[in-house]
DNA sequence: TATGAATGAGCCTTCATTCAT
DNA sequence: CATGAATGAAGGCTCATTCAT
């Protein structure tokens, strides 16, 4: 990768072409599966040629990271501010996974790549940054459970169990849920946590 | 692949070392993906020669439908006969979710590339035997919260969203838990069960 | 094989280095055999690294295509306007076998795959758009002898054996024929219709 | 190949099923081609496993090689009985290719398997010995060509042409030549020997 | 910037052959 | 004699990447 272009005017149009870029390749790689995907895939998704790609990134690998950072950072910096605002636990804590499940749906195809190329990001210590992205986003969760569990306004059977289960219902989320179904994005969130809560239904 | 032996001696060894072959995979595949994964890998995991591994398969996909189906097919037989012998809705959820954890403890790394090489199985057309009976499976629990919920057993917000997140839960376990871990593996299949019916701990 | 350049200046080198592959690999096998030769060694007789080759071709398998093609073909047309021709039986046959005669020499190596490689031509249906040609030039053949046998031009003991023999001497050709040799092209052809006519030497 | 049994009784069964695989390699050859067969192949079409067929053969090569010997061989030999037996060129002649034509038809796959691999035995020094045989019985049917030519009994316009001719015609024939088919194989040896030798049909 | 030809390592698989049983 | 498991060297082909134009 040639370093980007400085003159504004061109640097703009650059970073329109590369953001370009990386959606293709999250959408081509949610479809056939990162490893699955060839160069000339992507080439051929995005109209350039096989060398032209490599004006916009390093390499393949380098989309992989891209995809995998533009997804965690926004979503970390999102949850970091709604915790920091404060307020009740319940309150805070439905605003996070709604913003959680809204940033999800909207970056579904990466969200996608993520899950299936977990096993790489978990284990390659090249990948740590990713990584630690995710536990921070995590630990960021599991402080809203315990601070809620301390002020009494949650009651968890138990909440390693439950912060587990929450994770694993969003994360599942990019598989089956589709914009125009049955359940509106805030309806799943509200639903994740009415699961995690306990909460019933009001007719029982 | 050749035919396998007939002589009931000879068949005998070459089962026993064919399974070995397909959890051999399992774990290389878990460790590493599957697409990441060479049979170059794989010979030397199973100590058998390149050439060698085509004695007990056709090729490297079969492997991975070998996981597939082993993890599949007698996890669909024992949920049948587990909803078959019936009882109390919640009894039989509480057995199946059991029966489903232990399952997928014992198979972890099947679990893990089975939910790795999702995107492969759901999408192509000649994997449709396994995504039939990963269907039929889902199927079968959404029978029982259906059934549950008729009978006044259970009691769901919205019972989509609780079929989704047990689901989510259960296929997310293999990512953390580990034998010998803080909750034992019946722990948290009831814990599961606890979050989708909205079971509360005695506030004490 | 990636589409070929639409560019004509480019399309002009692609067009021409494409046919040169196909000349050298027709020499190769010519030489080799077909099955014998390794893409590998096709690499080394025209200098292209291994994987270059594949930007002409999608296969070994369509180097033997195209050879065929390229040999049938021209051919073909060449019979056919020289039948539509039409003049005297004889006159048909002479031009015709010449004109046979000049472009097995031309395309030697050609001929000696297409022969080496018939079992395969004529038992896979894959191969039925070549082996179609070859019967048709075959019956455009035969035609001739037909039409000059009706008009009395030609006196054959058995028909069937004197196109089998034709077929058979032009086939053996270019396991012998050698430009510069004792025979020129004409002459070859020539003496071929004479012992298919009967023609014998004025017994002086 | 482990040394042939020596008690006659062994030696007899040993030698009819090692003539039963050659037979058997030949068919498989004729039809497949030999580079497209695999030993396994031939294990599935003789019925004996893989190594078993090492009991009879060296290997795959010697396999090519019984094939062409066996055809050259008894061929060579019949050829010069029938011409140290003498007589008037023709007949000499016509009982040679008589002779030729019903080797050819018994042996009809290990013909087809000789010409297909032709470029081997042609060009590589381990085939001389076939190659040479080869020659000798070109070389016999040229001294007949000359002999009757010298004596006045054929009237060549080139007799070299008439030989590399008849060579061709005989040669082709087991593409086309079937037992039962419209001509004998009486008839289509004669049928040859008249071509070659210009005799035109009465009625002319 | 963009193109497309070219590279070369690596992949999955086949196959002739060997050898312990 | 026969079996069938095992070997290991190719073989055809793909693909991320480079670079002259």
């Known amino acids: 990768m040639p370093a980007p272009p400085t003159r504004p005017a061109l640097r703009a149009r650059y970073d329109r072409r590369r953001q370009e870029l990386v959606d293709v390749a999250a959408t081509v790689f949610a479809e056939r599966g990162y490893q699955a995907t060839s160069m000339d895939d992507l080439s051929e998704a995005t109209g350039l040629a096989a060398g032209g ?24 910096v999102e949850a970091r501010a709604i915790v920091a605002a404060g307020g009740h636990p319940e309150a805070v804590l439905r605003t996070l996974v709604r913003a959680w499940v809204v940033h999800v749906e909207l970056h579904r195809t990466y ?6 190329e977990r096993h790489v990001i978990e284990r390659d210590p090249r990948w740590s940054t990713v990584r630690d992205h995710r536990k921070q986003f995590e630990r960021l969760l599991d402080d ?19 912060l587990l289960s929450l994770l694993a219902m969003v994360n599942y989320t990019p598989q ?19 699961i995690i809560l306990g909460v019933t239904p009001p007719t029982a």
Chains 1, 2, 3, 4 share one sequence.
């Open 111 to 116: 969200m996608l790549v993520f899950q299936q």
């Open 176 to 194: 089956w849920l589709r914009a125009g179904g049955r359940l509106s994005t805030a309806a799943v969130a509200d639903g994740f946590c009415d």
């Open 53 to 76: 790609l490599y004006h916009y990134i390093d390499g393949k690998e380098q989309l992989l990271f891209l995809i995998c950072d533009e997804l965690l950072q926004p979503l970390l």
């Open 144 to 162: 809203v459970l315990v601070a809620g569990e301390a002020e009494g306004a949650f009651a968890f059977a138990d909440r390693g169990l439950a």
